[in-house]
């Protein structure tokens, strides 16, 4: 039977081929019954056997019956064929909507006049607060998620790696398109609305600028320079671009999710705005200045790559930066010198500065915590350190003792505590071996 005869639960005709992804296909489908053309989204057939894949397709269809909104696409319908190998094969029946995809306007186009983006970027916005307000993350925020249909509407796509928030939280795997990827979800850790955020922060930079924020050879590099690199102002791009569009643009790509927009519909009044001419409540990042033996306040500064002679290395989750940036200037204080992975220059190749700097140190110091237990950074700095026969010192700040320390000579730090001079001591000594 060809595709075009094809018939799914008897009503819907399949045609041909509109898009195609990594779970799913989407095809060109007709209502025989009521008359009318319709979108089909198919998982792939290669994919039918695949558990995690079928559970990904089945909660995008799940997700688009909870998430009932003007720009999110209507669901007509649901079913299930059969793949040839006799799997179950799920499919949607979608509204169709006649446009492009962003990610093919931006192909064509190569980036998008300022006010248009912005408007975009709202209508984006508005979409993914409400998605939030529901208790859902989109997590796949990038340009092929964003139709413009031909009315000029704004509809998001792809919620099939959408999930609750309780859900969100208790994960460790990493799903997106790594140009898109928060700091917080590259590394595994707990993400919140704040990681849609990012994500949209990236899409904005590219429909202004032409590229994302960060690019490179290949995802994983992509994913370490979300983490590492501070990303350029888009005016050093493209010298059209206002201030305020920069400071909007900057505070939705904070690294810490603290500094960012706390919410997509501050990021959305923002927006709207500088199009109406008003002032962004968004203020443009400053130079930091580096105190002497301190990481705290790096900011958008320039700093070297190099550790001093006799170091300590420094590991830590991102939501801990704050404790290790004070563990830093304690340790200053007590003649110890150390390194931490935010102290890079922007050409920094993350991976390979990470190693050497964990080659070269006298002691390894890892910042145990709930969050560093989940992020996947920090194992693998814990079993490079192994590897080299790195004398490892753990802080337990809060959480379980994890990675295999149990049996490590560790100092109990709970509460926040700075650990006691014998520590320091003993890292000095280390040093200076």
């Given at each position: ?36 053309d319709v979108a089909l989204k198919l998982m792939r057939s290669d994919l039918a056997g695949d558990a995690r894949f ?140 704040r990681s849609d955020v990012y994500a949209a922060g990236c899409v904005l930079f590219e429909m202004l600028v032409g ?106 989750s991102h939501t801990d930066r704050d404790y290790a940036a004070d563990l830093a200037s304690y340790l200053a204080s ?100």
């Amino acid at each position: 039977m060809t595709a075009q005869a094809r018939l799914l639960s008897g009503r819907y005709q399949v045609g041909e081929l509109l898009a195609y992804g990594g779970t799913a296909e989407v095809r060109f489908g007709r209502d025989l019954r009521l008359g009318r053309d319709v979108a089909l989204k198919l998982m792939r057939s290669d994919l039918a056997g695949d558990a995690r894949f079928l559970e990904l397709f089945r909660r995008d269809v799940s997700n688009l019956l909870i998430l009932n909104h003007p720009a999110i696409v209507v669901v007509y319908d649901k079913g299930e064929d059969t793949s040839p190998s006799g799997e179950p094969l799920p499919f949607i029946v979608l509204e169709l909507v006649r446009g492009r995809t962003l990610r093919e306007v931006l192909a064509d186009e190569g980036r998008l006049p300022i006010r248009k983006a912005l408007e975009i970027i709202a209508d984006t916005g508005a979409t993914l607060e409400f998605s939030h307000r529901q208790g859902y993350l989109h997590r796949d925020m990038e340009p092929g998620n964003v139709m413009i249909a031909q009315t000029g509407h704004v509809k998001v796509l792809n919620f099939g790696v959408a999930q609750a928030r309780a859900d969100a939280a208790d994960k460790d795997s990493v799903i997106g398109t790594a140009q898109y990827l928060s700091p917080e979800l590259a590394r595994g850790e707990a993400v919140d609305a704040r990681s849609d955020v990012y994500a949209a922060g990236c899409v904005l930079f590219e429909m202004l600028v032409g590229r994302p924020p960060f690019v490179a050879d290949n995802p994983v590099d992509v994913a370490y320079k979300q983490v590492q690199e501070q990303p350029q102002a888009p005016s050093d791009l493209v010298v059209d671009i206002p201030r305020d569009v920069d400071a909007i643009v900057l505070q939705a790509l904070a690294k810490d999710p603290r500094d960012r927009y706390q919410s997509a519909q501050e990021m959305r009044a923002d927006a709207l705005r500088h199009i109406a001419g008003r002032a962004v409540l968004a203020k443009p990042p400053t130079p930091a200045i580096i105190a002497s033996g301190t990481a705290r306040n790096i900011g958008y500064a320039r700093v070297p790559n190099s550790a001093p002679s006799g170091f300590v290395f420094i590991s830590y989750s991102h939501t801990d930066r704050d404790y290790a940036a004070d563990l830093a200037s304690y340790l200053a204080s007590h003649g110890v010198e150390s390194w931490m992975d935010h102290r890079l220059d922007y050409g920094a190749r993350w991976p390979d500065v990470i190693k050497q700097q964990i080659d070269g140190c006298s002691a390894f110091v890892v910042i145990m915590t709930d969050e560093a237990e989940k992020s996947s950074w920090v194992r693998n700095e814990i079993e490079h350190a192994r590897r080299r026969d790195k004398p490892i010192l753990p802080l337990w700040l809060s959480g379980e003792v994890f990675f295999g320390l149990y049996d490590t000579h560790y100092a109990d730090v709970r509460g926040g505590r700075k650990p006691d001079r014998r520590y320091a001591d003993r890292l000095l000594a280390l040093i200076q071996t």
